[in-house]
């Protein structure tokens, strides 16, 4: 059973630092690119970070860029986005994606976590 399943979201202040992670099982990590999403009320879904299957490459959305470093860590079938200088409009629900580097219409997602940024 493949199960995505994030952790580490919460309440920090502007300015502050949180770590996501997201739990992989059921499916072969290695052959998987991963990918952090967010959505916030109102606003559509937002790709935020991938990393390749071995870490070689990480892409980061241009409002996170410098601030967020996502990372894999594929003997614990782990994935993390460092997140610091939180701002109130990185307020939103974050979500996992797995994506085969085989066929890219196999892919899964987690059921999220909250960040919300706010005084």
């Known amino acids: 059973q493949v199960q995505l399943v994030e952790s580490g979201g919460g309440l920090v202040q502007p300015g502050g630092s949180l770590r996501l992670s997201c739990a992989a099982s059921g499916f072969t990590f290695n052959r998987y690119r991963m990918k952090w999403y967010r959505q916030a009320p109102g606003k559509e879904r937002e790709l935020v970070a991938t990393i390749t299957t071995f870490g070689g490459t990480r892409t980061y959305a241009d409002s996170v860029k410098g601030r967020f470093t996502i990372s894999r860590d594929n003997g614990k079938n782990m994935v993390y986005l460092q997140m610091n200088s939180l701002k109130p409009e990185d307020t939103a629900v974050y979500l996992c994606?797995?994506?085969?580097?085989?066929?890219?219409?196999?892919?899964?997602w987690g059921q999220g976590t909250q960040v919300t940024v706010s005084s």
């Open positions: 994606n797995a994506v085969s580097v085989v066929d890219s219409t196999e892919n899964y």
